[in-house]
T-cell receptor, first 112, second 112 residues
Framework: NAGVTQTPKFQVLKTGQSMTLQCAQDMNHEYMSWYRQDPGMGLRLIHYSVGAGITDQGEVPNGYNVSRSTTEDFPLRLLSAAPSQTSVYFC???????????FGQGTRLTVV | AQSVTQLGSHVSVSEGALVLLRCNYSSSVPPYLFWYVQYPNQGLQLLLKYTTGATLVKGINGFEAEFKKSETSFHLTKPSAHMSDAAEYFCAVSDDGNQFYFGTGTSLTVIP
């Protein structure tokens, strides 16, 4: 049981490049979400999904796209990376009800 | 939208001393409340949560928190700090269990 797996762990991008951060969970959780963590700002919700085929915007969605074609996977796409997107990104999943969220190990992204 | 305030971005305590990490939230209705811990280069791990019922909640590693509606607070305490408690601590709230709002975090240092 791997929990929530994020890849890659580290990434350096040039401004304007695109990439996809991968997130997979093996707990059959309906709810998945993406956060970014910046110094002094805590975690901010980017996008979330309440089930396959259903996504919604969080607090800071601009510059990011998501899709949820399967229960297990919830990739985060940066279409044109900007230095302001330099951050640590966390994916989380949880079951139904008010349950704890399980977090991945994070992806440290630097945009130069 | 909810907001969460964690007073004190850095807290230092001596080993064996009381740990008190403060969290206040803004909400007109009782929210769901959580404390998470983050060790270096890792994801977040749930310490404890309040959903309904008893306002004093016990979590892992000897931590507990008390929901005080009149003060809109959910402070985290531990009677005796251990070196292994050194980490970043995040308070989080949710109205609906879908969108979670995190505080900016408190870094706890334990002095031997």
């Amino acid at each position: 049981n791997a929990g929530v797996t994020q890849t890659p762990k580290f990434q350096v991008l040039k401004t304007g490049q695109s990439m996809t951060l991968q997130c997979a969970q093996d707990m059959n959780h309906e709810y998945m979400s993406w956060y970014r963590q910046d110094p002094g700002m805590g975690l901010r919700l980017i996008h979330y999904s309440v089930g396959a085929g259903i996504t919604d915007q969080g607090e800071v969605p601009n510059g990011y796209n998501v899709s949820r074609s399967t229960t297990e996977d919830f990739p985060l796409r940066l279409l044109s990376a900007a230095p302001s997107q330099t951050s640590v990104y966390f994916c989380a999943s949880r079951g139904t009800g008010i349950t704890e969220a399980f977090f991945g190990q994070g992806t440290r992204l630097t945009v130069v | 939208a909810q907001s969460v305030t964690q007073l004190g971005s850095h807290v230092s305590v001596s080993e064996g001393a009381l740990v008190l990490l403060r969290c206040n939230y803004s909400s007109s209705v009782p929210p769901y409340l959580f404390w998470y811990v983050q060790y270096p280069n890792q994801g977040l791990q749930l310490l404890l949560k309040y959903t309904t019922g008893a306002t004093l909640v016990k979590g892992i590693n000897g931590f507990e928190a008390e929901f005080k509606k009149s003060e809109t607070s959910f402070h985290l305490t531990k009677p005796s700090a251990h070196m292994s408690d050194a980490a970043e601590y995040f308070c989080a709230v949710s109205d609906d269990g879908n969108q979670f709002y995190f505080g900016t975090g408190t870094s706890l240092t334990v002095i031997p």
